[in-house]
Each structure stands twice: as structure tokens, then as C-alpha cells.
């Protein structure tokens, strides 16, 4: 089950009976129609034996037959003081043609490790800094009062943060109707979605957002979905706040999870030096890798 702005398409590979490779594309369908997210997997016994170039020379045949002239990928880069993940995604999508075009660092926080006093004097000092602000939080269901703000919000994802100059990420169009699909379609999965925003007291606009999602079944990992302020409203330590509020609304209802994963462009600086703050630690570097078509 998907969103109404996504087309997904999941193929496997069968080979002697047995699935050996697998490809998932998802396709924008409100934006970004030029684009299409691939996961390709081939069973790490059947690699170096062409499966991986023939599920990739497909997925461009059925990329031009979709009119998507841009795929775009993901490959995991380990660190040199980290774990050492295996480099054969990148170094397969090299070979195919694939260009890194912007990388991220993963980092992770093990809440068993946070020190709370810590963190409550980062979070004293910060609401210090944020006279005119009030929080606003919910699970799963942004509230009406705020949802038209919040696909603002959304849609300043598209266009905020810092990217790569050769990732071809265009800005999207968020309204209130793409955030209820949204949120319906996590529900029907099983899913759960944490979300904090900080409200502009005087003007009632929202000045940011941070969310965390669950997914069914899984006890110890949550994963940081998207966090920003809007620019106009800046300076006023809302980052801290935000990912320190959220952070405890989840607890509260899930004290189990232990690790929170997250992810941030390397030259955002200031998002880095938050996370750093509470806890967050480098795991490894995701390289996006993306080929134009045209």
C-alpha cells in the first residue's frame, strides 16, 4: 500500500527456482515526474555473475518506457573509524554509469547513552532563546489547525535543505489533502509517526517541524523523518527544541526503542551540531548516485 502521490513497481529475479536479485521503483506522481527511486538486491552468492547488470539494463528499458529520464540510487560508503559495510553498491553503480551527487551522514543515538540531565539544560537553554514560541505535537494525525502549515512545511523540504548541485530533486506541492493520504496509508501499515512543531505564538504560523516514524514489529530502532525551521523564524534555537521534545513524546510512549537513526547533508553544519549534542554519532556515509537518461 502507497500514498496516492507514489507509483511503486517490485520485480524479483528467478533463477533455478530461487529469487536471487529483486527491484522496487518509486515514482513521484504529483511532482518529480522525471524520476525514478530504484532499490536493486542481488543475493550476495549469485553476485559477479551478470544478474546485477541485466536487472539494471531492465530497469532503464522500463524507466524510458515510463518516461522517467532520471534514476536515481543509493549506496552505502563505511567510514574509515566505523563499521565496515560492504562497498559493492557503490562500486557496482560506478561501473554502470551512476554519478555520486550528494552524500549524507548516517549517524545513530543509543538513548541508553544520553545523559537526561544533559540534555534538559540543552533544552532549558534553548526555550530560553525561543520567547513566542509554543509547542504543538501529535501522533499520526497532524491536527486541523495546523495541517495547512505543516504541508508547507513539507513542501520546504523539497527546496531547504542543502543538496548536492547535480541531484535532480525539483520542489514539490504539499496541501492538506496529500498529508491525510499520507498519514492513512502509514496507519493502514502498521506504522507510527511522532511529530513536534513549534508554533509562532503571535502569528500563528508554524516555524518548524521534526518527526519520527515506527515501523510494526520493530522494538528497538526509531528513524528521524524530516526536521526544519522555517527560514524567517531561525535563530531561535528551534532545532534543539524540536528534536529534544520530540524525542521524549516518543519515549513516553515507546521507552523500549533504543537506537534513533537520522540523516544530514555534511556541510549542514548546524543540524549536525545538534544532533552531536544529543548523542547522535557517525555510522557510516550514504552516497546518493544518480544517471540521466538524456
Not at 26 to 33: A, G, H, I, L, V
Not at 98 to 126: F, M, P, S
Not at 266 to 271: F, T
Request: aromatic content about 8%.
Amino acid at each position: 500500500m502507497w500514498p496516492d502521490s507514489l507509483d511503486v513497481e517490485r520485480y524479483v529475479a528467478v533463477q533455478d527456482g530461487e529469487v536471487v536479485g529483486a527491484l522496487q521503483y518509486s515514482m513521484p506522481t504529483q511532482d518529480n515526474q522525471h524520476l525514478l527511486e530504484l532499490e536493486l538486491e542481488v543475493r550476495p552468492d549469485r553476485r559477479r555473475a551478470g544478474l546485477g547488470t541485466a536487472l539494471n539494463e531492465f530497469t532503464e528499458r522500463r524507466a524510458a518506457e515510463l518516461g522517467r529520464d532520471t534514476i536515481l540510487a543509493f549506496a552505502v560508503d563505511p567510514l574509515p573509524d566505523g563499521p565496515q559495510f560492504d562497498r559493492s553498491g557503490q562500486e557496482f553503480a560506478k561501473a554502470r554509469g551512476y554519478k555520486v551527487v550528494d552524500q549524507e551522514i548516517h549517524r545513530r543515538n543509543d538513548l541508553t547513552l544520553v545523559g537526561e540531565d544533559e540534555l534538559a539544560k540543552l533544552y532549558v537553554d534553548a526555550w530560553s532563546k525561543a520567547a513566542g514560541y509554543e509547542l504543538v505535537q501529535w501522533i499520526d494525525d497532524c491536527p486541523d489547525d495546523v495541517i495547512d502549515g505543516y504541508a508547507a512545511l513539507n513542501e520546504r523540504m523539497y527546496t531547504d535543505p542543502p543538496m548536492g548541485e547535480e541531484l535532480d530533486i525539483r520542489p514539490a506541492s504539499y496541501d492538506a489533502a496529500r498529508i491525510r493520504n499520507t498519514e492513512w496509508v502509514m496507519k493502514e501499515r502498521g506504522q507510527t509517526q511522532f511529530v513536534t512543531a513549534v508554533r509562532h505564538v503571535e502569528s500563528g504560523e508554524l516555524a518548524g517541524m521534526s518527526g519520527l516514524g515506527l515501523t510494526p514489529g520493530e522494538e528497538l530502532h526509531a528513524w528521524q523523518q524530516d526536521t526544519i525551521v522555517e527560514q524567517k523564524h531561525r535563530g531561535h534555537r528551534l532545532g534543539t527544541i524540536l528534536k529534544i521534545a520530540n524525542q521524549r513524546l516518543m519515549r513516553k510512549y515507546r521507552p523500549q526503542i533504543r537506537y534513533i537513526h537520522t540523516w544530514n547533508a555534511e556541510v549542514n553544519d548546524h543540524m549536525i551540531a545538534i544532533n552531536e549534542a544529543m548523542g547522535y554519532r557517525a555510522l557510516c556515509r550514504d552516497l546518493d548516485v544518480q544517471k540521466k537518461l538524456k
